[in-house]
């Protein structure tokens, strides 16, 4: 991520703290790592940009925000009178981490214990098709998973039984069955 701040030629802006906007939210050290400096912004430039590392890590987490702001400007040499340079009213710039580590989970169906997305069956009576909705990455939070059958070659009704339902998973739950019926 790189934060770019513009001002006019002359002015040392010094970056006295990045900070965190909610402690529950981004975390120096854990989420970005802290910048501290002086950016200088040349004669006859107009930006200047300040690199913030952004830290991966394996905790579920909504969108983080940290703020990158102008602690204070001081003029370095003119020939120009001088005048005293200010900050201005845009003086923090507002980096979002988007949530990226699945914290309520990501949902698949599979239709054996080895993970297989498709199963050939012979067609009879009686036959049933057990498959697992399975909750990858995290399973944090109550979650709803609706499902339902869809003919494709293979006719609802005539081949197998129509059928669906919405699965609850709860706090900590893994995986939940589904059995289709084959005529």
């Known amino acids: 991520v790189v934060t770019t701040f513009t001002g006019s030629s002359y ?18 050290s854990l989420d970005f790592v802290q910048t501290t400096g002086n950016v200088t912004i040349p004669a006859g430039q107009r930006i200047a940009t300040v690199p913030v590392t952004i830290l991966a890590d394996n905790v579920p987490e909504i969108n983080e925000l940290f703020s990158v702001d102008l602690q204070s400007v001081s003029l370095i040499s003119t020939s120009l009178p001088r005048v005293p ?20 989970g990501v949902f698949a169906i599979y239709v054996s214990t080895t993970q297989l997305q498709s199963i050939r069956v012979d067609e009879r009576q009686q036959l049933a098709v057990r498959m697992t909705v399975v909750r990858l990455d995290s399973a944090i939070g109550t979650a709803t998973v609706r499902w339902a059958t869809v003919s494709q070659t293979a006719t609802a009704g005539q081949d197998f039984a129509a059928a669906g339902n919405t699965l609850s998973f709860a706090d900590g739950m893994p995986s939940s069955p589904i059995t289709v019926q084959i005529n």
């Open 11 to 28: 002015y040392n802006k010094t970056m006295v703290a990045t900070q965190s906007l909610f402690r529950a939210r981004a975390e120096a």
């Open 85 to 104: 340079p200010v900050i201005g009213t845009n003086k923090t710039g507002t980096v979002t981490i988007a949530t990226n580590d699945n914290a309520n």
